[in-house]
């Protein structure tokens, strides 16, 4: 008999932890999110290349709207544990930055965070009567990062290096949920983890 239990802590899926008396699984139940860039079809091919390189358990089933994945039985970080876990956590991101895109087949997705939140200003002006100048100010402001940006590598990033999407087993670290993960520049992965962990000055050095 298969039991289902909840699993809080999606933003953008609906999980539950799957035991069919003999192992435990995570159900991911979602369907597309056009307005905040997520495709399950990339999300699975992403999830599928991570396990190639060993940084995510194996994806063993899907189907449109639900992935099934091995169970980790571990902990997910807390924001106190990315900034005690740095020296860990850099050779995850280094693995997916240069080996998770040979590994990739299908679609992929393109993370360009400037092109992002002009998407989002222009979604929130459409909604609105009267066009808001502090939605305008935020698109000027991508415009003028943007201008800045340097030439970089492209590289494959995860782009969503929330605490929880890293689960310790006792023994190694795994990296989960791509619904944002695609090609971009590592910049925004390492601001990511910096923003999220609240990462000092030296933390930031030693990133």
């Not at 997520?38 to 190639?52: P, Q, T, W």
């Not at 992929?108 to 989002?120: D, G, K, S």
């Not at 520049?185 to 609240?198: H, K, Q, R």
């Amino acid at each position: 008999k298969v039991t289902l239990e909840p699993l809080h802590g999606g933003l953008s899926s609906t999980v539950f932890v799957v035991n069919d008396g003999r192992q435990r699984y995570v159900a991911r139940c979602g369907v597309d999110i056009p307005i905040h860039h997520v495709f399950r079809d990339r999300e699975r091919a992403a999830s599928a290349a991570a396990h190639v390189v060993r940084l995510s358990p194996e994806l063993v089933y899907a189907e449109p709207g639900v992935m099934v994945i091995r169970y980790i039985d571990g902990k997910a970080l807390a924001e106190a544990d990315m900034r005690a876990n740095i020296e860990r956590i850099v050779p995850l991101i280094e693995t997916c930055h240069r080996e998770l895109a040979r590994n990739l087949a299908g679609s992929a997705n393109t993370f360009w965070v400037f092109h992002i939140i002009r998407e989002y200003v222009r979604t929130l002006q459409s909604n609105r009567r009267e066009n808001d100048k502090e939605l305008s100010r935020y698109a000027a402001l991508a415009d003028a990062l943007e201008a800045q940006q340097v030439p970089l590598p492209i590289v494959f990033g995860h782009h969503d290096l929330l605490p929880g999407n890293f689960i310790d087993d006792g023994k190694r670290l795994w990296l989960i949920d791509w619904e944002y993960g695609g090609f971009g520049t590592a910049m925004f992965d390492l601001a990511n983890l910096s923003t999220n962990g609240s990462f000092s000055p030296a933390d930031e050095r030693l990133l």
